[in-house]
């Protein structure tokens, strides 16, 4: 199998106004200390991936795989503007059709560009354990600056979205571990970002909860036409994806998806 094969090719060198994202260049390297993998002895340093060329396309549904400690949640973590690359750069493309650079964002104007384009789903669900359901997906709401009533009944309208109006007012830990995923859903999308990034969204997860998180991904994609990039360890989910791309010895390889 050839690193970036024609397909991948093809997505890169379409215009620009197709593409939701683009990475050129892309390097992520640390200290040695920090990992002990692919280390460059002479320069005592750890490089996850060098010069990664790719493009994901509006609309796409795509998968990255890969052992661990090879680099994905790394990689996800830049096209979300949560680190820094070492060298390159990504390119998100907003509402208005104006590409963001990442690299040029300080950390408020970072902040600033998650909460308006990214919808971002941990392993963990990351709910505030004080607040209810409703109240923790009208967060980022609240954050830039919506008054509470509007946020709540925006909140409210996404929690039925996944499933959980009857939920709305039982906190975190009265939620079971598919649900608080649910409710991690809602508010990564309350804001109405039109790209989707998640990093093992069903990792934490039994099979058959596993699999009714994945089902309403795929169904949340396609019902509010997302951009969603996934990392997973999940082959069969992977493959259910449009486009599946695996992180190897620091590139990217094009998987045909069946």
């Not at 690299?103 to 919808?119: I, P, S, T």
């Not at 969204?201 to 169904?219: M, R, S």
Request: charged fraction near 25%; charge should be negative.
């Amino acid at each position: 199998m050839n690193k970036l094969s024609s397909q991948m090719d093809e997505s890169f060198s379409q215009s620009k106004m197709t593409n939701m994202l683009r990475a050129v260049g892309l390097t992520k390297i640390y200290p040695a200390v920090a990992a002990a993998k692919a280390v460059d002895r002479a320069r005592g340093e750890v490089v996850l991936f060098r010069d990664l060329n790719f493009a994901i396309a509006a609309g796409e549904m795509v998968a990255i795989v890969g052992e661990s400690g090879s680099g994905k949640s790394s990689l996800l973590h830049l096209l979300a503007a949560l680190d820094r690359p070492t060298a390159g750069d990504v390119w998100v493309r907003g509402a208005d059709e104006s590409e963001t650079q990442l690299g040029g964002l300080d950390a408020r104007q970072a902040a600033e560009f998650r909460n308006r384009e990214v919808g971002y789903v941990w392993q963990f669900h990351y709910l505030l354990p004080e607040f209810t359901a409703l109240e923790n997906v009208a967060m980022p709401l609240l954050a830039r600056g919506v008054r509470r009533a509007e946020a709540l009944e925006r909140a409210s309208v996404w929690l039925h979205e996944v499933g959980l109006a009857a939920r709305a007012e039982h906190r975190s830990g009265e939620l079971s571990g598919g649900e608080q995923q649910r409710v991690s859903l809602a508010r990564a999308l309350v804001t109405g970002p039109k790209l989707l990034l998640a990093d093992e969204p069903t990792g934490d997860l039994d099979g058959k909860t596993a699999e009714a998180v994945f089902g309403l991904i795929q169904k949340l994609h396609r019902e509010h036409l997302l951009t969603s990039v996934l990392v997973t360890h999940n082959m069969e989910f992977a493959q259910r994806c449009g486009r599946m791309l695996r992180l190897r010895d620091g590139q990217l390889e094009e998987i045909a998806v069946c």
